[in-house]
T-cell receptor, first 114, second 113 residues
Framework: DTEVTQTPKHLVMGMTNKKSLKCEQH?????MYWYKQKAKKPPELMFV???????INESVPSRFSPECPNSSLLNLHLHALQPEDSALYLC?????????????FGPGTRLTVT | AQSVTQLDSQVPVFEEAPVELRCNYS??????LFWYVQYPNQGLQLLLK??????LVESINGFEAEFNKSQTSFHLRKPSVHISDTAEYFC???????????FGTGTSLTVIP
């Protein structure tokens, strides 16, 4: 199984809503990532979890809150978002913790903030 | 520090013609190199990778890339493109210690019937 799954595929939320994005992998990977991608741009790294611990936070606003309940799951909790946060949110995983190496991406969640 | 440069933001090419998407990197350490493809409204898929060994790497759908250390390049090539190859292509580099990872700005490949 070389798949990273993400739910939901699409999400529309108001600026006062609270929602969560979910990511799951069953490849035994020990590093998981959240990226934000705007149209026609490369993904921008947001967070890295290594061995289920947050290892990198790229100065992301606190309205984004990551969580790694176990080695297979990664969540991104959203609260009080702004319209400029509308983007494709990608989850990725890689084999070794503490290192990027090759990453496998999920299909993404298309988020629209109204 | 590392960086990745994809000079061509858009590459139009006719169906069945060859194509080369250019990628250059700068790094003071040894690197791993990757090409990712993103089809419209989808996530990124790992197309091919160079970690070590043979400098020519191939994907299952006919793409190949060659690691050229002296020219610090990892260009992507395909001898004959198909309509289905229309996508965004991202080159990426990781330090061989794995603690840094950078994407290039992407090249939009459009295959014209």
């Amino acid at each position: 199984d070389t798949e990273v799954t993400q739910t939901p595929k699409h999400l529309v939320m108001g600026m006062t809503n609270k929602k969560s994005l979910k990511c799951e992998q069953h490849m035994g990977h020990r590093a998981m990532y959240w990226y934000k991608q705007k149209a026609k741009k490369p993904p921008e790294l947001m967070f890295v979890y290594s061995y289920e611990k947050l290892s990198i936070n790229e100065s992301v606003p606190s309205r984004f809150s990551p969580e790694c309940p176990n080695s297979s799951l990664l969540n991104l909790h959203l609260h009080a978002l702004q319209p400029e946060d509308s983007a494709l949110y990608l989850c990725a995983s890689s084999h070794r913790g503490g290192a990027f190496y090759e990453q496998y991406f999920g299909p993404g969640t298309r988020l629209t903030v109204t | 520090a590392q960086s990745v440069t994809q000079l061509d933001s858009q590459v139009p090419v006719f169906e069945e013609a060859p194509v080369e998407l250019r990628c250059n990197y700068s790094s003071s350490v040894s690197v791993y190199l990757f090409w990712y493809v993103q089809y419209p409204n989808q996530g990124l898929q790992l197309l091919l990778k160079y970690l070590s060994g043979s400098t020519l790497v191939e994907s299952i759908n006919g793409f190949e890339a060659e690691f050229n250390k002296s020219q610090t390049s990892f260009h992507l090539r395909k001898p004959s493109v198909h309509i289905s190859d229309t996508a965004e292509y991202f080159c990426a580099v990781s330090s061989n210690t794995g603690n840094q990872f950078y994407f290039g700005t992407g090249t939009s490949l459009t295959v014209i019937p």
